[in-house]
């Protein structure tokens, strides 16, 4: 499960990071001298932004989930979906009296889909076994 979690906190803070980078460019490149600041601020909170972090946010849960179930190689339901919950216990853990400006809502679809997203990773592991455990057919 720690694998799972770190696979997913890693991955959302890379690309968190690259996405941000992305969004600090394209505004500055849109914008005379001096207003960067307003046209970053912009970026960050349109709805384009939010979208786009929520969806890179979710595949990094899938990637958790995943990572967990393949690394725990046994159980893979249970270790995705404890490494979902884990994601969600210390995601609000650490956003506990941080400002960081998503709307409820944004938040609260994250709280639905998290443990789904984990079972999906976990269900794509138990996949990939059962092609590897039936091999090729002639």
Same mark, same amino acid.
């Given at each position: 499960?720690?694998?799972?979690?770190l696979?997913?906190? %890693?991955?959302?803070?890379?690309?968190?990071? $690259?996405? *941000?980078? $992305?969004?600090?460019? @394209?505004?500055? *490149? +849109?914008?005379?001298?001096?207003?960067?600041?307003?046209? +970053?601020? #912009? $970026?960050?909170?349109?709805?384009?932004?939010?979208?786009?972090?929520?969806?890179?946010?979710?595949?990094?849960?899938?990637?958790? %989930? &995943?990572?967990?179930?393949? !690394?725990?190689?046994?159980?893979? &339901? +249970? &270790?995705?979906?404890?490494?979902? @919950? #884990? !994601?969600l216990?210390?995601?609000?853990?650490?956003? !506990?009296?941080?400002? *960081?400006?998503? =709307?409820?809502?944004?938040?609260? @679809?994250?709280?639905? !889909?998290?443990? =789904?997203?984990?079972?999906?990773?976990?269900?794509?592991?138990?996949?990939?076994?059962?092609?590897?455990?039936?091999? =090729?057919?002639?």
């Open positions: 499960m720690t694998a799972g979690v696979a997913d906190f %890693g991955g959302t803070l890379v690309t968190g990071t $690259v996405l *941000s980078i $992305v969004a600090a460019l @394209i505004a500055g *490149s +849109a914008v005379e001298p001096g207003g960067e600041l307003a046209a +970053a601020q #912009a $970026v960050l909170e349109s709805d384009l932004w939010l979208a786009g972090t929520m969806l890179a946010g979710s595949a990094c849960t899938v990637l958790g %989930g &995943y990572v967990a179930a393949r !690394v725990a190689d046994r159980d893979e &339901y +249970a &270790y995705g979906v404890t490494t979902g @919950i #884990a !994601v216990v210390m995601g609000e853990l650490l956003s !506990v009296g941080a400002d *960081s400006g998503t =709307p409820f809502l944004m938040r609260l @679809i994250g709280w639905v !889909v998290t443990l =789904p997203l984990a079972l999906l990773g976990a269900r794509l592991r138990v996949r990939q076994k059962e092609r590897r455990n039936t091999g =090729p057919t002639a």
